[in-house]
């Protein structure tokens, strides 16, 4: 269960927080501002990565295989 997500940011990006939801919205991981995330616990799938800053939230699509 060590499966990391090295997340690569704008280094001028705020990064406040980093969020895991699957498909139908239901929040499985919710973390401070860190640049690697464990995934090992998540089932194999689709997820919606949210990065959240003061101005905005970004969304990325996740597979886990």
Do not use: W
């Not at 990391?4 to 990064?15: G, K, Q």
């Not at 499985?28 to 997820?47: C, D, F, N």
């Amino acid at each position: 269960c060590t499966e990391l997500v090295h997340l690569r940011t704008d280094p001028a990006l705020d990064l406040r927080q980093v969020r895991v939801t699957d498909l139908n919205g239901r929040l499985l991981m919710e973390t401070s501002a860190e640049k690697q995330i464990r995934t090992g616990h998540l089932p194999p799938g689709v997820y919606l990565l949210q990065l959240i800053t003061p101005s905005r939230t970004i969304f990325r699509k996740l597979v886990r295989e």
